[in-house]
């Protein structure tokens, strides 16, 4: 059974920086991301990275300013994340895909993962 857990979240103040850590148990597939859901919102993706070659999806939203990746050997992945603003207020979740997935799905708005963490509160104020 694969099993993932988030943490690093916290409050931050505005402008401020967090890093959010993943760890996976078992291999939990090839592709692995952050989503988050703010209260009153639907689950959004944030950035998602295919770790057999570190090719990486953000939103649009996060662009420069969010960067994700992973350490092969520990088995983790990582949302380091600057420039926060109240507006990045959420809880924030790690998953990971199947076993088999094609780099272009996983790296793309389309992905939906298999496996999930239980989520991180992170608030900026």
């Known amino acids: 059974h694969v099993q993932l857990v988030e943490s690093g979240g916290g409050s931050v103040q505005d402008g401020g920086s967090l890093k959010l850590s993943c760890a996976v148990s078992?291999?939990?597939?090839?592709?692995r991301g952050w989503f988050r859901q703010a209260p009153g919102k639907e689950r959004e993706t944030v950035a998602i990275?295919?770790?057999?070659?570190?090719?990486?999806y953000y939103a649009d939203s996060v662009k420069g300013r969010f960067t994700i990746s992973q350490d092969s050997a520990m088995n983790t992945v990582y949302l380091e994340m600057d420039s926060l603003s109240p507006e990045d207020t959420a809880v924030y979740y790690c998953?990971?895909?199947?076993?088999?997935?094609?780099?272009?799905?996983?790296?793309?708005?389309?992905?939906?993962?298999?496996?999930w963490g239980q989520g991180t509160q992170v608030t900026v104020s």
């Open positions: 998953a990971s895909s199947p076993p088999y997935i094609a780099r272009s799905i996983c790296t793309s708005a389309r992905f939906s993962p298999k496996f």
């Open positions: 078992g291999y939990g597939g090839p592709c």
């Open positions: 990275i295919y770790i057999l070659d570190n090719s990486t």
